[in-house]
């Protein structure tokens, strides 16, 4: 049998971040015969894909993590790497901070394809978002293609002139939209488990990171709490709860703000979790205040579950593919956010009812280029061509280029 072409993928771990979650649905659905992914990953322990990616016939590769003092070190781990590996057709690189570096070592070293995928439209507060943006400087010119899941990633990452140019191709963070689909039996047995049956569920899913902007969050569902009355939250006659399903580094900080407003016991931190599909059937309202986002996948997989959303507006519109999301500022105060959430409260409770608008939600997020079987075949065209042509087509309706 012919082996097939390896593409090797850069990204800082393999746990269950999103640019993760989004690379391993597309590896799930390769022709592995003719595709198969490997991946380089900037720390030594061990990340939560790395047993199945092997089961799947992919490696796993490791290099230092980046830091300024070690920049001739890391230079020559990557060097290195491709004087012994060279047998990659593409190397995709998610990890923009630092494509800037392996991409061009890993062409001067003769891989045919390197490709730039911006996957966030903004970047950490401080020395560590200055250096980020320092290092993605004039990252255009240091690879062969771009990939960007929007057009303010697009913009972010590669510069306005890149973008306008035409010389960034729309990648959407594209989900298997069918395990998202509304399930009245996994939401009865997951609110059971939860203890939540006769709550009004406020749901969140993302890394506790700055750019989530948990705080404002936790505000908004400070003054949620003060809208319930007898008649319960918005008059769906339940009390509220907020389900935070995810970790990351500021989850105790999280837990305490939790603590000091008050709303501990109505706060469920339930973690990261795999079966992360089955908690969004548990909820009834969705609220993503980010700070800034490449394409959040979670709002993706929000709407095909057919759940009402507010979004920030910080947040692209190259996500919104049914009539299910609402734009709020981030900039109003929470309490603003709150009375919002309340006056849609009745409304996003009957979605929950009414199986017509769900299954109606899920084909539509399909028909915009939300799932990844499409994603996967435009991908397949382009590992097996270098031409971004074949990236084009498939679906009259989905988004094959940058919307306008």
Known sequence: ???????LHVH????????????????RHMDREKICFDFMVHTERKGYFEDEIRDMGGRIFRVPRYRILNDLSYRKAWKAFFREHGEFAAVHGHMTSTAGIYLPIAKKAGIPITIAHARSAGVDKGLKGMLTGYLRKDLISKTDHAFACSTEAAISVFGQDAYENGRTVFFPNAIECDAFRFDQKVRDKMRKELGIEDRFVIGHVGRFHYAKNHEY???????????????????????????????????PEMENLADSFGIRDQV???????????????????????RYEGMP?????????????????TITKDVIGTDLVKIMSIKEDPETWAKAASEAAKEALSLREESAI?????????EAGFDVAYQAERLIRFYLSGKESFLQGGSSTAKAVFPS
């Open 1 to 7: 049998m012919t082996e097939p072409i390896r593409i």
């Open 12 to 27: 800082g771990n393999v746990d269950l971040g999103g640019a993760e979650s989004r690379v391993m649905d597309l590896f």
């Open 217 to 251: 969050l936790l505000s908004v569902f400070a003054r949620i709490r003060e809208f319930s009355d007898k008649e319960g939250f918005g008059g769906t006659g339940r009390v509220p709860v907020l389900l935070l399903v995810g970790d990351g580094p500021l989850l």
């Open 268 to 290: 469920i931190f339930a973690g990261s979790k795999k079966n992360v599909a089955d908690y969004y059937q548990a909820m009834d309202l969705f609220l993503y205040p980010s």
């Open 297 to 313: 996948g979670t709002v993706v997989e929000a709407q095909a579950n057919s759940l009402l959303t507010i979004q920030s507006d």
């Open 358 to 366: 769900t299954e109606d939600a899920c084909e539509k997020m399909k």
